[in-house]
């Protein structure tokens, strides 16, 4: 079995910054890592793509957050995505789910997700 483990949520103020970290653990390779994305879905909302990197390095990010967050894999655990969020504004409230695409699983991996919350 594969799994996520997440951290790095909590309490920001306006402005501040947080990173999380999403860790990819058990049966697999990887190279067998296709891409790995953070969602979030805030209160009454549908959950959302926040931000993307691809096994080749290419970003995606949802519009609001251009310019303020960052997705990264670790350089020295490569099993790990981190998403560094600066900046952040009260919208950016929400749980926040690790999403991982392997290649040899038939649906992508989700985290347990962690919860951001931005205050005034």
């Known amino acids: 079995q594969v799994h996520l483990t997440e951290s790095g949520g909590g309490l920001v103020q306006v402005g501040g910054s947080l990173r999380l970290s999403c860790t990819v653990s058990?049966?697999?390779?990887?190279?067998?890592?296709?891409?790995m994305a953070w969602y979030r879905q805030a209160p009454g909302g549908q959950r959302e793509l926040a931000a993307l990197v691809t096994s080749n390095g290419r970003t995606n990010y949802l519009d609001s957050v251009k310019g303020r967050f960052t997705i990264s894999r670790d350089n020295n655990a490569k099993n790990t995505v981190h998403l560094q969020m600066n900046n952040v504004k009260p919208e950016d409230t929400a749980v926040y789910y690790c999403n991982v695409d392997l290649y040899d699983e038939q649906y992508p991996l989700w985290g347990q997700g962690t919860q951001v919350t931005v205050s005034p």
């Open positions: 058990g049966d697999f390779s990887i190279s067998s890592i296709n891409a």
